[in-house]
């Protein structure tokens, strides 16, 4: 455990699966990952001293949250949820699920991921989960988020920005591009997961060194705004699956200052999954 990290720390992205005889995949998967049940994560939670998670509803169980919900619940209140929901969810259906746990959903705006991408229907979908005091999670690359982000500005439901916009960090960054992202941070209720690091360095290995001047400069437009989270177990990954610890001390580098530190990981996760 490394001992810059401060107590109450969360780890706002991650996934299960399984175990399979208790939360089995459904015939149409959109993918078929390895079991990764939550004792396996509360092992790994343990190790690095996190004391709290943000469970992400993955996609092979489509609108059905029984194995996060379940994990919720065994958590006494530790562990929170982001869902997928659908225009057939009912009132009832998100209001159950609050009580369960979950604050917020997530659209992915990914190719290789199933979901509906018209920007009217996410939007009405936004739009009737703020009165829960929830959070749409945006899952795209930065050219399908942008357009999505400057027609939703008057939308006062949060937004968080998954995984960095999914930046190519090999390749040059588009300047013009991650202004206008900035722009977008500046804005209330507009966050960013400062997740994926090695994703955005296409799976080289750590410490990700070339990485820290961008993390940096999302911190420096939304330090109160801004979270983080492994991605464990890693799922549809190229490349080597990161080692979770050097993740963790990858962040705390960016951060710099304790201050800052404590807000990514303990101040703002909390007021967002509160």
Not at 16 to 27: C, E, M, R, T
Not at 52 to 65: E, K, R
Not at 73 to 80: D, H, M, P
Not at 220 to 244: C, F, L, M, Y
């Amino acid at each position: 455990m490394n001992s810059q990290l401060p107590r109450g720390a969360w780890d706002c992205h991650t996934h299960i699966y399984g175990p399979w005889d208790q939360f089995p995949l459904p015939k149409d998967a959109a993918y078929h990952p390895a079991a990764a049940p939550f004792d396996a994560l509360l092992e790994v939670h343990a190790s690095m001293g996190i004391e709290h998670g943000v469970l992400v509803q993955a996609a092979p169980y489509g609108t059905d949250h029984t194995a996060i919900l379940a994990a919720i619940a065994r958590s006494e209140g530790r562990y929170r949820a982001v869902g997928l929901i659908d225009a057939q969810t009912t009132d009832e259906q998100l209001q159950a699920l609050h009580d369960g746990g979950m604050r917020g959903i997530r659209f992915n705006l990914m190719g290789h991921l199933p979901g509906n991408r018209d920007p009217e229907y996410l939007r009405g979908l936004a739009e009737r989960v703020r009165p829960l005091g929830w959070h749409v999670l945006l899952h795209g690359e930065m050219e399908t988020l942008l357009p999505v982000l400057d027609a939703w500005k008057t939308l006062r439901t949060p937004l968080v920005i998954d995984h960095m916009a999914r930046l190519d960090l090999t390749q040059p960054v588009n300047e013009s591009n991650l202004q206008a992202l900035e722009d977008h941070l500046r804005l209330p209720d507009r966050w960013i997961k400062v997740s994926g690091i090695d994703r955005a360095m296409q799976g080289a290995s750590a410490p990700w060194s070339q990485g820290l001047k961008w993390v940096r400069r999302f911190l420096q437009h939304a330090p109160e705004r801004t979270i983080w989270g492994s991605d464990w177990p890693h799922p549809n990954i190229k490349g080597n699956v990161p080692d979770d610890t050097r993740l963790l001390d990858f962040l705390l580098e960016a951060c710099e200052e304790p201050a800052l530190q404590k807000a990514v990981l303990v101040n703002n996760p909390a007021a967002l999954y509160a």
